[in-house]
């Protein structure tokens, strides 16, 4: 079996916490991404998305480090067997404010 990676990093100009909620809290997640989300947190929980489309999405979530990774197994829609990997970090020095950029 063939496996593809892509592997991106961005630095986004906000708290940690911040980025933290607009992935993992449903309302967050519908400011910028789907229609309409849902959130089970935690190891073991799961992530619901859904598009005006009516392309929807539910991810198991497979790793939750609160602040700093979330990783989710897409099991249904177009994104099922596809793992999204969000790893966050402060980019120390930016700006002079620790904590201040991250990198996803």
């Known amino acids: 079996m063939t496996t593809r990676s892509v592997t991106r990093s961005i630095e986004i100009a906000a708290p940690i916490d911040a980025v933290w909620r607009a992935l993992t809290d449903a ?3 519908t400011r910028w991404f789907p229609l309409d989300a849902k959130v089970r ?5 799961s992530i619901s998305m859904s598009w005006a489309d009516g392309d929807t999405s539910e991810g198991r979530i497979e ?20 793992v999204t ?6 980019a120390q020095g930016k700006n002079g404010a620790a904590g201040s ?3 996803i």
């Open 41 to 45: 947190p935690g190891e073991g929980g």
């Open 27 to 29: 309302a967050e997640l």
């Open 101 to 103: 950029d991250l990198r």
């Open 63 to 82: 790793i939750w480090e609160s602040g700093k990774r979330l990783q989710y197994l897409g099991i249904e829609g177009p994104w099922g067997g596809i």
């Open 85 to 90: 990997d969000y790893q966050l970090e402060s």
